[in-house]
Structure formats: structure tokens, C-alpha cells
């Protein structure tokens, strides 16, 4: 789907050599982290090997990431500094889920939702734009409990799981 709005993908195999990582990564103006069934449980899974070696490198070169899914699962892990669980909860039935984006407010001058026109926000917070695919998630109970996350991301929008238990579903450093 990047590619179908105008993007050019350039895979990061997660079993490259690190400089060849490196030398793309130099190379590109941003880095989605998908979804999937990988391990994030294990900090020797080859996974979030790459991830976190694409994430230090981001830090330090201020590269965006996207992380989706697990991706997203791993940055919160990462930006904790904690092993797993860390943030992270299961139990969410949020499997197969389509649910309005519920944006916070006020939203940050600089968020990514900032130049949506109004009818856009309104037209996502009150129609099924979202669609979940998990069972683990970070609760805004666990979000807040850690300064680390606190200091580092702004919370842009959040959703309701079937059980009516709120998880974070978008933030941005």
C-alpha cells in the first residue's frame, strides 16, 4: 500500500549484515516497522534484533518510524527500555476489529492529524476507519505509570476494545 501512494520500498531483511542495514537506512526517509507473528518476547529474536538496531539508528539520525501492529508493540517495548511484557498487556479482543479513530484533544499544533480538515476528524472519530488485529496492547493506566513513554510520545488517539477496556492506538514522538 506504500508503494500505491507514490512511496518506493526498499526491504530491511532482518538477517542483513548490520553496515549493509546501516548504509540503506542512510539512504531513505523513513522506515515502517509491520505487523506480524514474530517474537518480540525474546530480546535475542532476530526481529527485535533489527528493530532495535533500526530504532537506535533512527534516534540518533531522527529517521521517522511507522510501527504498526508489532511494530508498534516493539517501539513501545523500546521506548520504555523494558524487556517483555513491559507496557505491554494481552487479553485486548481486539482481533478482526473495526472501530472510529478517537483522536485526543487538544491535538499537538505539530501531530500528524493537524492539517485534517474538520469534516476528516469527524468523518474518522464517528465511522469504522481503524481496523485491529491483536490481542496485546498498552493501556493508558500502563502508558501513564512510565515516564519514559510519557516523555517521549504524545498519545494522538485511542480506541475501545468489545470489552469497553480503552487501549492507545496512535502516538507520536
Same mark, same amino acid.
Given at each position: 500500500?506504500?508503494?500505491?501512494?507514490?512511496?518506493?520500498?526498499?526491504?530491511? %531483511?532482518? +538477517?542483513? =549484515?548490520?553496515?549493509?542495514?546501516?548504509?540503506?537506512?542512510?539512504?531513505?526517509?523513513?522506515?515502517?516497522?509491520?505487523?506480524? $507473528?514474530?517474537?518480540?518476547?525474546? @530480546? +535475542? &529474536? $532476530?526481529?527485535?534484533?533489527? #528493530?532495535?538496531? #533500526?530504532? !537506535?539508528? &533512527?534516534?540518533?539520525?531522527?529517521?521517522?518510524?511507522?510501527?504498526?501492529?508489532?511494530? %508498534?508493540?516493539?517501539?513501545?517495548?523500546?521506548? &520504555?527500555?523494558?524487556?517483555? $511484557?513491559?507496557?505491554?498487556?494481552?487479553?485486548? /479482543?481486539?482481533?478482526?476489529? *473495526?472501530?472510529?479513530?478517537?483522536?485526543?484533544? =487538544?491535538?499537538?499544533? +505539530?501531530?500528524?492529524?493537524?492539517?485534517?480538515? !474538520?469534516?476528516?476528524? #469527524?468523518?474518522?472519530?464517528? /465511522?469504522?476507519?481503524?481496523?485491529?488485529?491483536? +490481542?496485546?496492547? #498498552?493501556?493508558?493506566? /500502563? *502508558?501513564?505509570?512510565?515516564? &519514559?513513554?510519557? @516523555? *517521549?510520545?504524545?498519545?494522538?488517539?485511542? /480506541?475501545?476494545?468489545?470489552?469497553?477496556?480503552? *487501549?492507545?492506538?496512535?502516538?507520536?514522538?
Amino acid at each position: 500500500w506504500l508503494e500505491a501512494h507514490g512511496a518506493r520500498v526498499v526491504p530491511l %531483511f532482518y +538477517d542483513a =549484515p548490520r553496515d549493509e542495514v546501516a548504509w540503506l537506512l542512510a539512504r531513505v526517509n523513513g522506515v515502517l516497522l509491520p505487523g506480524g $507473528p514474530n517474537e518480540i518476547m525474546y @530480546d +535475542d &529474536a $532476530p526481529y527485535a534484533i533489527m #528493530v532495535k538496531f #533500526v530504532w !537506535e539508528i &533512527a534516534l540518533e539520525t531522527r529517521l521517522p518510524l511507522w510501527g504498526t501492529c508489532l511494530g %508498534f508493540e516493539q517501539m513501545m517495548l523500546l521506548s &520504555a527500555g523494558e524487556g517483555f $511484557p513491559g507496557p505491554l498487556t494481552g487479553g485486548w /479482543n481486539a482481533s478482526g476489529y *473495526f472501530v472510529p479513530l478517537e483522536l485526543t484533544q =487538544p491535538l499537538p499544533a +505539530d501531530s500528524m492529524f493537524a492539517d485534517w480538515p !474538520e469534516e476528516v476528524r #469527524v468523518t474518522a472519530a464517528s /465511522n469504522p476507519w481503524t481496523w485491529h488485529m491483536h +490481542d496485546w496492547g #498498552v493501556s493508558p493506566e /500502563n *502508558f501513564e505509570a512510565r515516564p &519514559a513513554l510519557r @516523555d *517521549f510520545w504524545h498519545v494522538l488517539a485511542t /480506541n475501545v476494545n468489545r470489552s469497553g477496556d480503552e *487501549f492507545i492506538s496512535v502516538v507520536q514522538a
